[in-house]
């Protein structure tokens, strides 16, 4: 197994703190309404998938500004000015097509008093890594190590990989909860996303959990040192078996 050194991913990978998953919100293809949850106050972003955003089409009546970028849909609700001088941002659904990939999604938009959050948009499954290939093929090997768990943190899906939630529990032992939260595969590489949550004050060691791994390549631990209580993130990134 070749790991990649500790000392390389503090210096290629900055984790400012410990903060929870932002819950990005997968949206499966469909050819009907998708409900999906927006912020009320900031700016929410939405992903295609494998391709860019050629067109979205909403009404500007519906106190709603929406920009494009690439692969990108940005969505900010506009406060209402009232009879009273007050501006207010509505909480009523609002409707937005976006056309992905050359996919129409319909979605739903309800705005929540939540943080800003990114929508992302999953297209019928097609059998293509050649974006993901050329994503892993850019850089040599560490550093695209380096930049699979940046990116993984940031929740920026790179392009080509494959995103699916599972939220499920990887094991329970008497120190800690561990569930496998996120799972992004590409052409050579998984990287996955796990949440911890210690029962007991704790320092955690990449070493411990390899005999739970299959085929990893790096570890990396959000906090290493938790309390009773606290919740970190673990980033592994393993070799695509399938391939």
């Not at 391709?51 to 089409?57: A, D, K, L, P, Y």
């Not at 969505?75 to 409707?95: C, F, Q």
């Not at 929740?155 to 496998?180: C, H, Q, T, W």
Request: charged content about 25%; glycine content about 4%.
């Amino acid at each position: 197994m070749r790991k990649l050194s500790l000392a390389l991913l503090a210096a290629s990978v900055v984790f400012a703190s410990d903060v929870p998953p932002k819950g990005v919100q997968v949206v499966e293809f469909s050819h009907g309404w998708s409900v999906v949850y927006i912020s009320m106050g900031d700016v929410n972003r939405i992903v295609c998938e494998k391709g860019n955003v050629s067109t979205v089409v909403y009404s500007q009546e519906k106190e709603m500004q929406v920009k494009t970028e690439g692969r990108n849909v940005f969505v900010k609700l506009v406060p209402k000015e009232e009879i009273d001088g007050k501006k207010v941002i509505s909480d009523y659904p609002r409707e937005l097509y976006v056309e992905c990939a050359g996919e129409f999604f319909q979605l739903l938009l309800y705005p929540k008093s939540i943080p800003a959050t990114t929508i992302y948009l999953k297209l019928p499954y097609k059998k293509d890594t050649t974006k993901a290939r050329a994503f892993e093929r850019a850089s040599p090997f560490e550093e695209t190590i380096a930049k699979l768990i940046k990116v993984a943190y940031l929740e920026e899906i790179p392009d080509g990989y494959d995103v699916e939630m599972v939220n499920k529990p990887a094991g329970s032992f008497r120190e800690l909860d561990l569930v496998l939260y996120r799972r992004y595969t590409g052409d050579r590489f998984v990287v996955e996303e796990y949440l911890i949550t210690a029962k007991l004050n704790l320092e955690l060691s990449e070493a411990s959990f390899l005999p739970y791994l299959k085929n990893p390549v790096a570890i990396s631990i959000v906090k290493p040192i938790l309390k009773e209580g606290e919740t970190t993130r673990m980033f592994v990134v393993s070799i695509n078996s399938e391939n």
